[in-house]
């Protein structure tokens, strides 16, 4: 596996933890999820339609970052 697969592999585990807390969250947190999940089906899209690596790394690093933001807030106030 190379970095990249194990990168995207990481963001499936903190988008599946997140998952996990959102029960335990508010509507804003539930409304928070959705918008991330949207952002995860256009990068999955994108990284699907063969873009150039730089621009599916790019987008992955947006998303990760993302990821980690919310998952980092739900887990404070959670």
Excluded: C, P, Y
């Excluded at 903190?14 to 959102?22: C, G």
Aim: aromatic share 8%; no cysteine.
């Amino acid at each position: 596996m190379n970095d990249f697969d194990e990168w995207v592999e990481k963001l499936k585990q903190t988008r599946d933890e997140l998952r996990l807390q959102l029960h335990l969250g508010s509507k804003e947190a539930e409304e928070e999820w959705d918008k991330l999940m949207a952002d995860w089906m256009d990068f999955a899209r994108k990284a699907q339609l063969e873009k150039s690596a730089e621009e599916v790394g790019e987008a992955a690093r947006e998303l990760g970052i993302r990821l980690k933001t919310a998952f980092d807030r739900m887990r404070k106030n959670g």
